[in-house]
């Protein structure tokens, strides 16, 4: 990752063409805001929609597809940025699907080769429709508008570890009117680093609780320092008791309103407001 801040002022019509190994910064221009947690079952899968639409991982199977034509209308067949937080297959397992089924502006990600058939395959498909494929990490930013979208995590030292959980690709979604935290999988040991490294920047409205509600994530020193009025459990069927417990009582102690897409199924939150497909 280099050192030197890029600033890439430009239409996203002509960002698409460009190959660009790193982003600091893109600059775009519209305003229109919502926020949906798509019911894709065990797995994460995000849509930003700010004029162009930022869709930050998708869920293990054609589930994102079904979810993302309920949200976008039907003449609506781009997307602009692809973010995976990480190579786990619940977070990028659908995505070949968008792909197949959407053009796409790029795709993000931390920059790490799983060896592992499904994620060669994903990769190979990029190359092939020469979708520009670009590695984020700590420090880069998305500026469209108002509205920022900073990388707090990974830095080289938790890329460089075996844990891929704590490789997630972390963002602080900023805006006029709200702001919202996507943490991937992350852990205890990245939740504690930016409870220290950015303690000004963590306190988010919105908090995509981290890994499914693991009891090895959303220790109470991080959902202290975030501080969400409103949490968001991407969850399905599952074998790991994802939500626990302790991640359930943590929040509920800390008074913060929790949805979980599998009870409320997919949320939008739209004008401080909050709509669940179930309701």
Same mark, same amino acid.
């Given at each position: 990752? !280099? @050192?030197?801040? &890029?600033?890439?002022?430009?239409?996203?019509?002509?960002? %698409?063409?460009?190959?660009?190994?790193?982003?600091? !910064?893109?600059?775009?221009?519209?305003?229109?805001?919502?926020?949906?947690?798509?019911?894709?079952? !065990? +797995?994460?899968?995000?849509? %930003?929609?700010?004029?162009?639409? %930022?869709?930050?991982?998708? +869920?293990?199977?054609?589930?994102?597809?079904?979810?993302?034509?309920?949200?976008?209308?039907?003449?609506?067949?781009?997307?602009?940025?692809?973010?995976?937080?990480?190579?786990?297959?619940?977070?990028?397992? *659908?995505?070949? @699907?968008?792909?197949?089924?959407?053009? %796409?502006?790029?795709?993000?990600? @931390?920059g790490l080769n799983k060896e592992i058939?499904?994620? !060669?395959?994903?990769?190979?498909?990029?190359?092939?429709?020469?979708?520009?494929?670009?590695?984020?990490?700590?420090?880069?930013?998305?500026?469209? *508008?108002?509205?920022?979208?900073?990388? /707090?995590?990974?830095?080289?030292?938790?890329? +460089?570890?075996?844990?891929?959980?704590?490789?997630?690709?972390?963002?602080?979604?900023?805006?006029?009117?709200?702001?919202?935290?996507?943490?991937? $999988?992350?852990? =205890?040991?990245?939740e504690k680093y930016l409870v220290n490294?950015?303690?000004?920047?963590?306190?988010?409205?919105?908090?995509?609780?981290?890994?499914?509600?693991?009891? =090895?994530?959303?220790?109470?020193?991080?959902?202290?320092?975030?501080?969400?009025?409103?949490? /968001?459990?991407?969850?399905?069927? @599952?074998?790991?008791? &994802?939500?626990?417990?302790?991640?359930?009582?943590?929040?509920?102690?800390?008074?913060? $309103?929790?949805?979980?897409?599998?009870?409320?199924?997919?949320?939008?939150?739209?004008?401080?407001?909050?709509?669940?497909?179930?309701?």
């Amino acid at each position: 990752m !280099q @050192n030197k801040k &890029h600033i890439i002022t430009v239409t996203f019509l002509v960002l %698409v063409t460009l190959d660009i190994i790193t982003w600091r !910064q893109i600059l775009f221009s519209k305003n229109d805001l919502s926020l949906y947690f798509l019911n894709v079952g !065990q +797995g994460d899968g995000s849509l %930003v929609d700010m004029g162009v639409q %930022v869709l930050i991982d998708g +869920g293990r199977d054609s589930k994102i597809l079904d979810e993302i034509k309920k949200v976008l209308p039907v003449t609506d067949r781009y997307i602009d940025l692809i973010v995976i937080t990480h190579p786990d297959f619940d977070h990028y397992g *659908g995505i070949i @699907n968008i792909l197949k089924n959407y053009k %796409v502006g790029a795709v993000l990600t @931390n920059g790490l080769n799983k060896e592992i058939k499904a994620w !060669q395959t994903l990769l190979n498909y990029i190359e092939k429709e020469n979708i520009p494929l670009i590695t984020l990490a700590e420090g880069d930013k998305i500026k469209y *508008g108002k509205n920022n979208l900073l990388i /707090l995590s990974p830095n080289k030292k938790f890329l +460089g570890r075996k844990e891929i959980n704590n490789t997630s690709i972390v963002i602080k979604f900023e805006s006029p009117k709200f702001g919202a935290l996507f943490t991937g $999988d992350i852990g =205890y040991d990245v939740e504690k680093y930016l409870v220290n490294k950015f303690p000004d920047i963590l306190k988010s409205d919105i908090l995509k609780v981290p890994h499914h509600g693991s009891k =090895y994530s959303s220790s109470l020193e991080f959902l202290k320092m975030v501080n969400p009025g409103l949490a /968001l459990i991407e969850v399905g069927k @599952n074998s790991y008791g &994802h939500p626990t417990k302790e991640v359930l009582n943590r929040l509920m102690a800390l008074g913060v $309103d929790v949805f979980r897409t599998d009870e409320d199924g997919t949320i939008k939150i739209s004008n401080r407001r909050v709509f669940s497909s179930k309701n």
